[in-house]
C-alpha cells in the first residue's frame, strides 16, 4: 500500500529557512498536501500542491514536488518561533474518496531563538 | 474561524468498555471522518461519512467500530469493546465538498486511554 516518510525531528535557528522533506511510494497521488499540529491543537492544512504542479509559494511557504522522485518538501522562509510544531504531510491518491489521507508520522521543527 | 470540536479531550476506560467519542463538525459541512493516531505512528484514516451513511472506510474500522449522527449536529465514533491497541488521539474532521483539494478541517482531538 500507499507510504509516506518523513524525518522526525529538524532544528533550526530562528530567521533561517527551514525545509521539511518527504518521501512517498504511490505514484498516482494526486493531491499532496501539509498540515501543520500546533501543541494541544488539531491538524491545521497548511497548504497543498497537485501532482501536475512543480512548485507553490504561498507568502513564506514555498512546496516543492519532485514527481520523479516521489519527493515533496516544505520550505519555510525566515522561520519563527511561533512555527514551531508537527508538520505532517498527507497524499490522496488517486480514485480514493477526498478524505482518505495517507499521513506520514510527522517532523517535528524546533525554532531556537 | 469555524472548528471542530470534540469531546472528551482525554478518557481512561477499562478494557472491554464500551466508548462514544462525540464531535460537533463545522456547521454547514456536509462530510465527516475520524481518524487515529496510536502514540508514536502515523495518523491513520479510519472513515468517512456522507449522507447519512458510510462513504469508506479502511481495515482498522472493523465491526467493534461504528459511526452515527444522531441529530443534525453531533457526529459519534462508538467502540464497542474497548482493546488496549484502541489506545490513541482520535481526530474527528470535516469538510463541506468531498472536492480533492477542498480544505479538511481537524478538531484537537479526543485521547482515549485503555487499561
Known amino acids: 500500500g500507499e507510504d509516506v516518510e518523513q524525518s522526525l525531528f529538524l532544528s533550526v535557528r530562528e530567521g533561517d529557512s527551514s525545509v521539511i522533506n518527504c518521501t512517498y511510494t504511490?505514484?498516482?497521488?494526486?493531491?499532496l498536501y501539509w498540515y501543520k499540529q500546533e501543541p494541544g491543537a488539531g491538524l491545521q492544512l497548511l497548504t497543498y500542491?497537485?501532482?501536475?504542479?512543480d512548485m507553490k509559494q504561498d507568502q513564506r511557504l514555498t512546496v516543492l514536488l519532485n514527481k520523479k522522485d516521489k519527493h515533496l518538501s516544505l520550505r519555510i522562509a525566515d522561520t519563527q518561533t511561533g512555527d514551531s510544531a508537527i508538520y505532517f504531510c498527507?497524499?490522496?491518491?488517486?480514485?480514493?474518496?477526498?478524505?482518505?489521507?495517507?499521513f506520514g508520522k510527522g517532523t517535528k521543527l524546533s525554532v531556537k531563538p | 474561524e469555524p472548528e471542530v470540536t470534540q469531546t472528551p479531550s482525554h478518557q481512561v476506560t477499562q478494557m472491554g468498555q464500551e466508548v462514544i467519542l462525540r464531535c460537533v463538525p463545522i456547521?454547514?459541512?456536509?462530510?465527516f471522518y475520524w481518524y487515529r493516531q496510536i502514540l508514536g505512528q502515523k495518523v491513520e484514516f479510519l472513515v468517512s461519512?456522507?449522507?447519512?451513511?458510510?462513504?469508506?472506510k479502511s481495515e482498522i474500522f472493523d465491526d467493534q467500530f461504528s459511526v452515527e449522527r444522531p441529530d443534525g449536529s453531533n457526529f459519534t465514533l462508538k467502540i464497542r469493546s474497548t482493546k488496549l491497541e484502541d489506545s490513541a488521539m482520535y481526530f474527528c474532521?470535516?469538510?463541506?465538498?468531498?472536492?480533492?483539494?477542498?480544505?479538511?478541517?481537524f478538531g484537537e482531538g479526543s485521547w482515549l486511554t485503555v487499561v
Open positions: 474532521a470535516s469538510s463541506d465538498s468531498g472536492r480533492p483539494g477542498n480544505t479538511i478541517y
Open positions: 504511490d505514484s498516482s497521488s494526486t493531491y
Open positions: 500542491i497537485f501532482s501536475n504542479m
Open positions: 498527507a497524499l490522496r491518491g488517486y480514485g480514493g474518496s477526498q478524505g482518505n489521507l495517507i
Open positions: 456547521s454547514n459541512h456536509l462530510y
Open positions: 461519512f456522507y449522507n447519512n451513511e458510510i462513504s469508506e
